[in-house]
């Protein structure tokens, strides 16, 4: 087995390229590097890049595209089962890393998504969210912190920790947030879609003189009450068990709204949670981005085909 310090023999460029082309080719709509040196100073102590792979060099970002158009037409209570595409770009993420070490043997792996089971249900074990902003494949918006890309809009991340030396990509420049209508309704009643649309109501926020984000706030408890169903999971066994020493019934578990809760749990994790979409529903950046979903992409495809010399 090659020691570290040997390095691996790979043109940087080249495989950067090979490893672009990779998750392309499997459905990542962007890519891109992050800065470690970046990742490592701005992330908090326990969740640096080097505290789940010590010896990561590069950290790998990809997005994968977000609902179909027709998505945004369904109710609410029924995007939870189709609104979502992230486990595609977890497949993504997970091909990539066995494809790197296939192609040039650094060892590498998919980064969990998940949460660190030492630091409670909403801590994760790494920010996917800012090792895509450090790459420079989102930025944050005003709808609490969700990525936007002002090509794609709104998708979902995954990452690739690697000994390979890849070379960094940079931050976005401009950030799409706040859209120019998002810009003319906050001057007109001091609120953005993304905030007058939120059902919890927990965004809010400033846009200065130039049109851009001044201040933004995020009540994450509020949207995670609504939105993370898994969390009330331990307070429904607890009523449950006091239900039971009550009155020797455990009638809690039975209701309606437990017995949804009992129907997400064999549906899948998805059902779980990220309920509501109501801020990206609302976004002109998440639903009409030049390339936010299939019919978008394959009509600027097809005039770029025509367009072309
Ligand atoms: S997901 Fe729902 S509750 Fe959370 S910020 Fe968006 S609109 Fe508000
Ligand atoms: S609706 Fe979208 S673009 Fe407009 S402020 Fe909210 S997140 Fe930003």
């Not at 030396?165 to 859209?179: F, I, R, T």
């Not at 979903?293 to 010399?309: G, Y």
Request: charged share 20%.
């Amino acid at each position: 087995m090659r020691h570290p310090s040997e390095g691996f023999p790979a043109d940087p460029i080249a495989a950067k390229q090979a490893i672009f082309d990779y998750c392309k080719k499997r459905g990542a709509l962007a890519v891109g590097v992050a800065d470690l040196a970046a990742l490592e100073r701005i992330a908090p102590p326990g969740h640096r890049p080097t505290d789940l792979m010590p010896r990561v060099k590069s950290v790998i970002s990809l997005g994968v595209g977000g609902q179909t158009q027709g998505a945004w037409q369904l109710p609410a209570k029924a995007m939870a089962y189709s609104g979502s595409t992230e486990v595609r770009g977890y497949t993504v993420a997970y091909g990539c890393a066995f494809f790197i070490e296939q192609k040039f043997g650094a060892p590498s792996v998919y980064v969990p998504p998940d949460i660190d089971p030492e630091s409670g249900p909403r801590v994760p074990l790494q920010s996917l969210k800012l090792h895509a902003e450090i790459a420079g494949i989102g930025a944050r918006s005003f709808a609490g912190d969700i990525l936007l890309h002002p090509q794609f809009g709104f998708m979902y991340y995954a990452s690739v920790f690697t000994e390979l030396e890849l070379p960094p990509d940079q931050p976005m420049a401009e950030n799409p947030c706040p859209a120019p209508s998002c810009v003319s309704m906050y001057r007109s009643i001091g609120r953005t879609p993304c905030m007058k649309f939120c059902p919890a109501q927990c965004l809010s926020g400033e846009i200065d003189d130039a049109g851009k984000q001044k201040s933004s706030r995020y009540d994450m408890a509020a949207c995670a009450e609504l939105t993370q169903e898994y969390e009330a999971v331990p307070k429904i066994l607890a009523e449950a068990v006091r239900d039971e020493n009550r009155s020797h019934g455990a009638d809690r578990l039975l209701d309606p709204d437990s017995k949804m809760l009992w129907y997400k749990v064999s549906a899948g994790s998805g059902g779980w949670f990220a309920q509501c979409f109501e801020c990206m529903r609302v976004c002109p950046i998440a639903t009409q981005a030049p390339q936010a979903d299939p019919i978008l992409r394959t009509e600027e495809a097809r005039s770029a085909a025509a367009n072309k010399p």
